[in-house]
């Protein structure tokens, strides 16, 4: 049975720095595009960072030059470091697997979901 578990989401101070990890169980993960996505209060789910099974990066502008998505095959485990945090950033963040190995922003083109991790950035 296939299982994406997030962790390291918590509650953080305007301009503080948090780490989510995405663990993968049940089959490798290396040839699928792995993303990020968000949902806060009263919003959709969007899209925030997507990396390739080759490495490309996307990110959406809002938080270009503040996250990096990175990913390590061996451990099946995807990354999104996220710096100068923003109250706008508060949300739920879920990992995501992808059908395929090629870029993808498009929530439909994911098949696996983790149960997300919840990120709170105070003012």
């Known amino acids: 049975q296939v299982q994406l578990v997030e962790s390291g989401g918590g509650l953080v101070q305007v301009g503080g720095s948090l780490r989510l990890s995405c663990a993968g169980s049940?089959?490798?993960?290396?040839?699928?595009?792995e993303g990020w996505f968000r949902q806060a209060p009263g919003k959709e789910r969007e899209f925030v960072a997507a990396i390739t099974s080759w490495g490309n990066t996307d990110y959406t502008d809002s938080v270009k030059g503040r996250f990096t998505i990175s990913r390590v095959n061996a451990k099946n485990t995807m990354y999104l470091q996220m710096n100068s945090l923003k109250p706008e950033d508060t949300a739920v963040y879920y990992c995501?697997?992808?059908?395929?190995?090629?870029?993808?922003?498009?929530?439909?083109?994911?098949?696996?979901w983790g149960q997300g991790t919840q990120v709170t950035v105070s003012s």
């Open positions: 995501a697997v992808a059908r395929s190995g090629s870029t993808s922003l498009d929530q439909s083109d994911y098949d696996y």
């Open positions: 049940g089959r490798p993960f290396s040839l699928h595009t």
